[in-house]
């Protein structure tokens, strides 16, 4: 019944600016934490930015002082600004989270990913 729904991704130019969102439904109860991974073609899924249900986040080095992971409460939704994005941040980008269900206890959940594609 839960759904991470993503949105945002596209196709931007060298330096350019993306946001992402992903917005979780169903009957959830409680979400603890949220993040966002990524996979290029031929590479591992990594983990790109994680923000706790006390807000504290944590980056990959490669994204450090250009992207920001920011969430919404009340509308159960995570966001991923991406800024002076480069062509190695292409890649499909998937959202996580760790919630609780009104039946069921803590477990982790991803959406469906959407691609960003950074090329002039």
């Known amino acids: 019944q839960v759904q991470l729904v993503e949105s945002g991704g596209g196709l931007v130019q060298p330096g350019g600016s993306l946001r992402v969102s992903c917005a979780a439904s169903g009957n959830i109860f409680s979400i603890y934490h949220m993040a966002w991974y990524r996979q290029a073609p031929g590479k591992q899924r990594e983990l790109v930015a994680v923000?706790?249900?006390?807000?504290?986040?944590n980056y990959a080095d490669s994204v450090k002082g250009r992207f920001t992971i920011s969430r919404d409460n009340a509308n159960n939704t995570v966001y991923l600004q991406m800024n002076n994005l480069k062509p190695e941040d292409t890649a499909v980008y998937y959202c996580?989270?760790?919630?609780?269900?009104?039946?069921?206890?803590?477990?982790?959940?991803w959406g469906q990913g959407t691609q960003v594609t950074v090329s002039s």
């Open positions: 923000i706790t249900s006390g807000t504290t986040t």
């Open positions: 996580n989270a760790v919630l609780r269900t009104t039946t069921m206890r803590p477990a982790q959940y």
